[in-house]
């Protein structure tokens, strides 16, 4: 790729079930203490060196499920940015070249993980 190639990246979106609580919440939010169920929204994003696509995206859908399992996932009192957070080093650990990680609660709201390319800081 030359200086003025535009860099590429793909990716895909998995909508999964799972319940999670957070213990800390503030008092104006104490509902979100107890456990509650979301459809969690995961899209993840990879780097693509080139145009016939080294990471698939219907494969990297795949590896997002199967880390996620088969069934409403328990979460305990991981946030978005935990989960995020744990699929990203899942994920790099199987050798994909991601950009970032994306899990929101039923898509309304979320977080997003960054994940510098070799070398960059963000």
Partial sequence: MTATTPSA????EVHLPGFHHWPAAP????YLRARHRHLFHIRVTAHAAHDDRDTEFHDLGDAIRAWWGPADRECGA???EAL??????????????LAEVAVSEDGEAGAIVRVP???EVL
């Fill in 9 to 12: 990246t793909v990716w895909a």
């Fill in 27 to 30: 008092q104006h939010r104490s």
């Fill in 78 to 80: 991981a946030s978005c």
């Fill in 84 to 97: 995020a957070r744990a699929l990203a080093d899942h994920l790099s650990g199987l050798g994909l070249h």
């Fill in 117 to 119: 390319k070799e070398g």
